[in-house]
């Protein structure tokens, strides 16, 4: 370690993103990236971006994109923020929305990039476990004698296990922590979730974080949202224009808006990928898998008499990839992302092959 870094540096545990390793005719499912891809609208926009406007800089509002998400979900544009990616707007979050006296509230098991978060801009946290099915308990994140939160932060679905919050649930935690700021994290949720967007006008307290990269096939193009009270993005806002006022680029606000605009194509991707997994899930659990209920585009299942690891090594030696956490309690799973057909199709002959 370098002795220049800063005590803060210091203690750091980096979040570590999965596996992109060059391989031929990689069946890569360790991700969580859509198998299909963007709208064909959408990459139409970028490319008509590509002219000598790029010596120009964007608008640093991305007033656009926030009409057209405003519009999209029925609530108004300064209800609306924007950012380079879900996880740069989670960061803004953490940063203006969660950091007070009384720790942040969130699973055990979910986005590691939550406890890094709190490492980075010092937010006290407390870990609520998941229950022995692996799901999220409501009650859980009521107050309760003298504890209160902070500040919450659910992912829904949750990652990696894909297990879903009901809505009413989600509306039980936000009505029950009117004082503390409620941050539903739903980058899968298109999947198969009911987005928690429709309670921002009724609870003031509630930021839902959405992103373009899953359901919306644009990854690397990196933009993410929050819908929140005007209160909660103004504050968001002012953290940005003051740590960092990179704003999104003009081909990542133009693809943006193409693809909220291109309904049918986010509806019929979804659709595909939904169908594909709960083939895969069927397909897993005839090889003997316990798989969780998911409703999101990958599956969380291990296997009673295999080894998670060595069967994830296994399968990287056969060219497909999916991802395994070594940490407690989920260190048994692997985490698949739902493929096409054929990549799924080719991860059961081969599991079905080491099996045996």
């Given at each position: 370690m370098?002795r220049?870094?800063?005590a803060?540096?210091?203690?750091?545990?980096?979040?570590?993103?999965?596996?992109?390793?060059r391989i031929?005719?990689?069946?890569?499912?360790?991700?969580?990236?859509?198998?299909?891809?963007?709208?064909?609208?959408?990459l139409?926009?970028?490319?008509?971006?590509?002219?000598?406007s790029l010596?120009?800089?964007p608008?640093p509002?991305?007033d656009?994109l926030?009409?057209?998400?405003?519009?999209?979900f029925?609530?108004?544009?300064?209800?609306?923020?924007v950012?380079?990616g879900?996880d740069?707007?989670l960061?803004?979050?953490f940063h203006?929305l969660?950091r007070?006296?009384?720790p942040?509230?969130?699973?055990?098991i979910?986005y590691?990039?939550?406890p890094?978060y709190?490492?980075?801009?010092?937010v006290?946290?407390?870990?609520?476990p998941?229950?022995?099915?692996?799901?999220?308990?409501?009650?859980?994140?009521?107050p309760?004698?003298?504890?209160?939160?902070?500040?919450i932060?659910?992912a829904?679905?949750?990652?990696?296990?894909?297990r879903?919050?009901?809505l009413?649930?989600?509306?039980?935690v936000?009505?029950?922590?009117?004082?503390?700021?409620?941050?539903?994290d739903?980058?899968?949720?298109d999947?198969?979730?009911?987005s928690?967007v429709g309670?921002?006008?009724?609870?003031p307290?509630l930021?839902?974080?959405?992103?373009?990269?899953?359901?919306?096939?644009?990854?690397?193009?990196?933009v993410?949202?929050?819908i929140?009270?005007?209160?909660?993005?103004a504050?968001l806002?002012r953290?940005?224009?003051?740590?960092?006022s990179?704003?999104?680029d003009?081909?990542?606000?133009?693809?943006?808006?193409a693809?909220v605009?291109?309904?049918?194509?986010?509806?019929?991707?979804c659709?595909?990928?939904i169908a594909?997994?709960?083939?895969l899930?069927?397909?897993?659990?005839?090889?003997g898998?316990?798989?969780?209920?998911?409703?999101?585009?990958?599956?969380?299942?291990?296997?009673?008499?295999?080894d998670a690891?060595?069967?994830?090594?296994?399968?990287?030696?056969?060219?497909?990839?999916?991802?395994?956490?070594?940490?407690?309690?989920i260190?048994?799973?692997l985490?698949?992302t739902?493929?096409?057909d054929?990549?799924?199709?080719?991860?059961?002959?081969?599991?079905?092959?080491?099996?045996?």
């Amino acid at each position: 370690m370098s002795r220049y870094w800063s005590a803060v540096v210091h203690g750091l545990t980096p979040y570590v993103p999965g596996e992109q390793p060059r391989i031929d005719n990689l069946v890569k499912l360790n991700t969580n990236e859509h198998p299909y891809g963007p709208s064909p609208k959408a990459l139409q926009a970028i490319r008509m971006e590509v002219t000598d406007s790029l010596r120009l800089y964007p608008d640093p509002n991305a007033d656009r994109l926030k009409a057209a998400l405003a519009a999209r979900f029925s609530v108004e544009p300064q209800q609306v923020f924007v950012g380079n990616g879900s996880d740069e707007v989670l960061a803004h979050a953490f940063h203006a929305l969660l950091r007070h006296e009384r720790p942040l509230w969130f699973a055990d098991i979910t986005y590691s990039f939550y406890p890094v978060y709190c490492g980075l801009y010092g937010v006290g946290h407390r870990l609520i476990p998941l229950d022995d099915d692996y799901a999220i308990r409501a009650n859980d994140y009521l107050p309760h004698a003298d504890e209160r939160a902070g500040g919450i932060i659910i992912a829904n679905p949750n990652a990696p296990t894909g297990r879903l919050l009901p809505l009413a649930d989600i509306e039980r935690v936000v009505a029950g922590n009117p004082d503390a700021v409620v941050v539903v994290d739903e980058a899968y949720v298109d999947f198969g979730g009911e987005s928690a967007v429709g309670l921002v006008n009724r609870y003031p307290n509630l930021l839902v974080v959405q992103t373009f990269s899953k359901s919306r096939s644009l990854a690397g193009l990196r933009v993410g949202y929050a819908i929140g009270h005007a209160d909660l993005i103004a504050g968001l806002e002012r953290v940005k224009n003051s740590f960092n006022s990179d704003p999104l680029d003009r081909m990542a606000i133009a693809g943006a808006v193409a693809s909220v605009e291109d309904e049918p194509h986010f509806r019929e991707s979804c659709r595909r990928v939904i169908a594909t997994r709960e083939q895969l899930s069927a397909d897993l659990a005839g090889l003997g898998f316990e798989v969780l209920p998911s409703a999101a585009n990958f599956v969380f299942a291990r296997h009673p008499q295999h080894d998670a690891g060595e069967l994830a090594l296994a399968l990287r030696n056969r060219a497909v990839l999916v991802r395994h956490f070594k940490a407690p309690r989920i260190d048994q799973f692997l985490r698949i992302t739902v493929g096409t057909d054929a990549q799924c199709g080719q991860l059961v002959r081969v599991l079905g092959e080491l099996l045996g």
